[in-house]
């Protein structure tokens, strides 16, 4: 099982319905990639205050390796990742990507 996890540091001037475009249309890759098991998205509630601006985010779970790389070539998968690096602070600098193997 893959643990893909993305945490997203937005512009300032980011709306929220933008937010909500970003997050809709990650939810709606789940019945396109077969072995995409779920998707959890939501804003950060640690207490410890060590998210160093990285408010929100994302974790896809998938069976297999192959089902992460099936998600990573998708072409709308393509798009929901060009519309978070548009709206991070710095582009690439305001994500987070991390992967577990489990």
Same mark, same amino acid.
């Given at each position: ?21 970003? %997050?809709?249309?990650? %939810?709606?890759?789940? @019945? ?9 998205? &939501?804003?950060?509630?640690? @207490?410890? &205050? ?6 929100? +985010? ?13 998600? %990573? ?7 929901? &990742? ?8 710095? &582009?690439?600098? +305001? ?8």
């Amino acid at each position: 099982m893959i643990t893909h996890c993305v945490f997203i540091h937005y512009r300032a001037d980011t709306t929220a319905s933008t937010k909500v475009a970003i %997050l809709d249309a990650l %939810l709606a890759l789940r @019945p396109r990639i077969d072995g995409l098991i779920n998707i959890f998205v &939501g804003n950060n509630m640690s @207490p410890e &205050g060590l998210d160093k601006g990285f408010s929100e +985010g994302f974790i896809v779970t998938f069976r297999d390796a192959q089902a992460r790389d099936q998600y %990573l070539a998708d072409e709308e998968h393509a798009k929901v &990742g060009a519309a978070i690096v548009a709206a991070a602070e710095g &582009g690439t600098d +305001g994500i987070l990507v991390y992967d577990l193997e489990h």
